[in-house]
């Protein structure tokens, strides 16, 4: 469990880091990235930032815009150092957040689950009409 400490400077690397990606980083691989999550290491030592792109897919995970994030670490760092008022700023790792991606396709599967089984229902004529 992250200390208030920790997670109260991981929300503030995201905002920060989102606000950079979208002002700093002019590189054409970067599509639109969210930050969905920052987890920093208690030693804050290290901040694992985890990004979604849109269009991206488990099959087709982003790999030129992780290049790209991984490759500006150092500058995002540097750039991250001046709004934090911490005495050491992390370094960044970026990771692509599967997590939401596989939760997205779950609520995907079970709502054309949901409507097959409503047509099936709808067809035999054993559902009776909820509105």
Known sequence: ???????RIADQIQREIAGLIRLEIKDPRVGMVTISSVKVSPDMGYADVYITVLGATLDEKPDATLAVLNGA?????NQLGKALQVRMTPRLRFHFDEVTLRGNRMATLI???????HLRAEARGDVASDE
Request: proline share 0%.
């Open 73 to 77: 670490a150092g500058f995002l760092r």
């Open 1 to 7: 469990m992250a200390s208030q400490r920790t997670q």
């Open 111 to 117: 709502n054309e689950a949901v409507k097959e089984d």
